[in-house]
């Protein structure tokens, strides 16, 4: 469809543009008005421009006076009748009839409306909630594929070792190489902090003290384990392994 420029009308019969003041202009212009009905969707037609105006316009009022017709008023939609319909309360929130919209009942507008009503804005009640304390046992390893590497090279390099050994480094008194009861000992934690390039996390933390982790393991390790947290965890006559775990478990 062709869009003419301002000041400037298509002429049906060539399809081009011409001006709306020139001859051929204004013929078509009169020949739309003529054939144009009065009003359309509400509105009126405006004989000076051919288009369309609103009736309770001031052009469309200005028509209308003309001809001797008075506009219609608008209907205006009663509040009070759109809001009867909707429930007084919604949650922690009362209705306002004014604007129709739920306001809080503890505000100051919410507080006008049951003022207005003789309803006491009902005081808000906090329930504040026991910090529940986790329980040791309940335990879970940190999820992080390095710390689980860095706990189970700490317990590997550990049990292929003595007793004697794992006492010592429990102490924290093994250097690298050093002799205990004729046997080469090694420190099980430097030397797997430098194997997984442990940085910025507490040892094994999470894991040695992790009930599921723990269960997982044979008797062996969990004896290893308990001699490396030796003497804060005892070894019973003959091996009790729930009695050492829950020990492990509950180790501040």
């Known amino acids: 469809m062709v869009k003419c420029s301002p000041g400037k009308i298509i002429n049906p019969e060539t399809g081009k543009c011409v001006k709306r003041d020139g001859r051929i202009g204004k013929k078509i212009l009169a020949q739309r008005k003529a054939n144009a009905p009065l009003t359309k969707n509400g509105k009126i037609l405006n004989p000076a421009t051919g288009k369309y105006v609103k009736r309770d316009g001031k052009i469309g009022r200005s028509i209308l006076a003309k001809r001797g017709i008075s506009p219609v008023k608008r209907r205006v939609k009663s ?10 309360t919604k949650g922690d929130k009362i209705l306002n009839p ?50 689980e590497k860095y706990a189970n090279c700490v317990l590997d390099v550990a049990s292929k070792q003595s007793q004697a050994c794992v006492r010592q480094i ?7 190489g050093d ?26 933390t999470g894991y040695f003290d992790n009930r599921d982790y723990l269960e ?8 290893t384990i308990a001699l490396l947290k030796s003497p804060k965890v005892k070894i019973s006559r003959p091996f009790n392994r729930e009695n050492v775990i829950k020990q492990l478990v509950n180790l501040d």
Do not use: H
């Open 79 to 88: 509040t009070a009748a759109s809001t009867s319909k909707k429930p007084q």
């Open 98 to 147: 004014a604007i129709g919209k739920y306001v809080k009942r503890d505000g100051r507008i919410g507080k006008s409306i049951l003022a207005k009503r003789g309803i006491s804005p009902a005081k808000k009640v906090t329930i504040k909630r026991a910090k529940s304390m986790p329980a040791k046992t309940m335990k879970k390893p940190v999820k992080s594929k390095l710390r």
């Open 170 to 176: 429990s102490m924290g008194g093994i250097q690298p």
């Open 179 to 204: 002799l205990v009861n004729g046997k080469r000992c090694y420190n099980p934690y430097s030397i797997c902090t430098k194997s997984t390039k442990r940085k910025g996390f507490r040892g094994t």
């Open 216 to 223: 997982k393991l044979p008797d062996s390790k969990i004896k």
